[in-house]
C-alpha cells in the first residue's frame, strides 16, 4: 500500500493548461478502471473532481478532465482560473478491498 | 442534500482508545460502501478503511490493522471507526465519506483526533 507518486506542485497563468500525473503499479491504477482525482482547498474537505479515471461528476466543469494509460493517471485543468488554485490528490482502488492515495500535488494560478 | 457529520474526535494519550462517529442523512445509507481517511497536519489524505453495505466486508490500511474497527449501524444511519492502541502519527482528521463506484463522492467536514500524552 504504497501511495501514489504524484508531483509535489505545478503552475499555470491564467487560461493555461496544466497536467498532473499520478504514477502507480499494476496492482492499483495499471489493475483497475478505478483511478480518482480530488480537490481540497485549505482547511475544507476533498472534493470529488474526476470518477473512474475520466467520468466527471454533475456539477464539475468540463475543463477539469482525466485519463489513464498504462500504470500513470492524468489529471488536466483547461483554461486555469484562480479557484482552482487548490492541492489535487489521485487516488485507485488497489484490490483486496483496499485503496491508496496519491502524495498531492499544490497548484499554483501564476 | 447528503450529509455527512462526524463526531468524537479529541485528545487522547499514546496507547488509548476512542471512537468515531459519522451520522449520516440525506440519503439511503444502507445501500452504500463507507471509508475513513485520515490527514495529519499540513500532510497528504490517506485511506484507512472501507466497509461494505451490510457491514460483512470491510478493508484496511495496513497502518491501522489490527488496531482500527471499522463498523456501521444501518438502523441509525452511522458509520463508527473503534481505534485503539494510539500512537502519535495516528493524530490527524479524521473523514468519513461515501463511496460510489469506487470514488469518495461526498465527504463530511473531519474531526480531529490528536494524540499526545
Known amino acids: 500500500q504504497s501511495a501514489l507518486t504524484q508531483p509535489p506542485s505545478a503552475s499555470g497563468s491564467p487560461g493555461q493548461s496544466v497536467t498532473i500525473s499520478c504514477t502507480g503499479t499494476?496492482?492499483?491504477?495499471?489493475?483497475?478502471?478505478?483511478v480518482s482525482w480530488y480537490q481540497q482547498h485549505p482547511g475544507k474537505a476533498p472534493k470529488l473532481m474526476i470518477s473512474?479515471?475520466?467520468k466527471r461528476p454533475s456539477g464539475v466543469p468540463d475543463r477539469f478532465s482525466g485519463s489513464k494509460s498504462g500504470n500513470t493517471a492524468s489529471l488536466t485543468v483547461s483554461g486555469l482560473q484562480a479557484e482552482d488554485e487548490a492541492d489535487y490528490y489521485c487516488?485507485?482502488?488497489?484490490?483486496?478491498?483496499?485503496?491508496?492515495f496519491g502524495t498531492g500535488t499544490k497548484v499554483t494560478v501564476l | 442534500e447528503v450529509q455527512l457529520l462526524e463526531s468524537g474526535g479529541g485528545l487522547v494519550q499514546p496507547g488509548g482508545s476512542l471512537r468515531l462517529s459519522c451520522a449520516a442523512s440525506?440519503?439511503?445509507?444502507?445501500?452504500?460502501?463507507m471509508h475513513w481517511v485520515r490527514q495529519a497536519p499540513g500532510k497528504g489524505l490517506v485511506w484507512v478503511a472501507r466497509?461494505?453495505?451490510?457491514?460483512?466486508?470491510?478493508g484496511y490500511a495496513d497502518s491501522v490493522e489490527g488496531r482500527f474497527i471499522i463498523s456501521r449501524d444501518n438502523a441509525k444511519s452511522t458509520l463508527y471507526l473503534q481505534m485503539n492502541a494510539l500512537r502519535a502519527d495516528d493524530t490527524a482528521v479524521y473523514y468519513c465519506?461515501?463511496?460510489?463506484?469506487?470514488?469518495?463522492?461526498?465527504w463530511g467536514q473531519g474531526t480531529l483526533v490528536t494524540v499526545s500524552s
Open positions: 466497509i461494505y453495505t451490510d457491514g460483512g466486508s470491510t
Open positions: 440525506g440519503f439511503t445509507f444502507s445501500s452504500y460502501w
Open positions: 473512474e479515471v475520466s
Open positions: 465519506a461515501r463511496e460510489t463506484r469506487g470514488s469518495e463522492d461526498y
Open positions: 487516488s485507485s482502488y488497489a484490490g483486496s478491498n483496499s485503496f491508496v
Open positions: 499494476s496492482s492499483d491504477i495499471g489493475g483497475y478502471n478505478y
